[in-house]
Nanobody
Framework: QVQLVESGGGLVQAGGSLRLSCVAS????????MGWFRQAPGKQRELVAD???????NYADSVKGRFTISRENAKNTVYLQMNSLKPEDTAVYYC???????????WGQGTRVTVSS
């Protein structure tokens, strides 16, 4: 059974940093596009950043220059380094794994990030 397990969330003051991690129990992790999404209270889930299997990266405009997505295929892990955090970054952050060839998509349970002003 495929599992994505996020960690690294917590409470931080505005201007602070957090690093999220997501470990995926999938075979051939390197073939998956990996992404981070977030959902704030009362809002829809939105893309934060993603990285294709080939290393192409995409960021939401709201996080460009502050967040960095990276992956370590040998550890089946994707990271999200979040710097200069703002109260509006407060949300539950979800990890996503997509294999477009096999048409497989998996989600983690989420990790909560709270940024105080």
């Amino acid at each position: 059974q495929v599992q994505l397990v996020e960690s690294g969330g917590g409470l931080v003051q505005a201007g602070g940093s957090l690093r999220l991690s997501c470990v995926a129990s999938v075979s051939m992790f390197s073939l998956y596009a990996m992404g981070w999404f977030r959902q704030a209270p009362g809002k829809q889930r939105e893309l934060v950043a993603d990285m294709t299997s080939g290393g192409i990266i995409n960021y939401a405009d709201s996080v460009k220059g502050r967040f960095t997505i990276s992956r370590e295929n040998a550890k089946n892990t994707v990271y999200l380094q979040m710097n200069s955090l703002k109260p509006e970054d407060t949300a539950v952050y979800y990890c996503n794994a997509e294999n477009f060839i096999l048409k497989q998509s998996y989600w983690g349970q989420g990790t909560r990030v709270t940024v105080s002003s």
